[in-house]
């Protein structure tokens, strides 16, 4: 069983950054790939970024087209934790962010690929 606790989210105005972390439970994290996925207000949940892991030097990140260039995802595998590093943030980037871990480490973007999911923390953005 794998838990996950986010934490990080809060009130931005926009073209400001945030910081969300995702500290992870469970020996095997190194193994699994992670994302992050957010769900803005009355919208369904979408996929954010996604980071795997190859070796300790080598990962794969993927991304969605909204975010290329604003956001950043990284790991610290030694602290059980992923991050997502948001730059330039806009209105419409207000959420609530996910973090979700795969054990499988099949480094989708889609929703059901992900066995274990955070409670969410909301980020709001501010015109």
């Known amino acids: 069983q794998v838990q996950l606790v986010e934490s990080g989210g809060g009130l931005v105005q926009a073209g400001g950054s945030l910081r969300l972390s995702c500290a992870a439970s469970?020996?095997?994290?190194?193994?699994?790939?992670m994302a992050w996925f957010r769900q803005p207000p009355g919208k369904e949940r979408e996929f954010v970024a996604a980071i795997s892991w190859i070796s300790s030097s080598t990962y794969y990140t993927d991304y969605t087209d909204s975010v290329k260039g604003r956001f950043t995802i990284s790991r610290d595998n030694a602290k059980n934790t992923v991050y997502l590093q948001m730059n330039s943030l806009k209105p419409e980037d207000t959420a609530v962010y996910y973090c979700a871990a795969d054990a499988l480490a099949r480094f989708s973007t889609t929703i059901r690929t992900y066995d274990y999911w955070g409670q969410g923390t909301q980020v709001t953005v501010s015109s």
């Open positions: 469970g020996r095997s994290f190194s193994r699994y790939s």
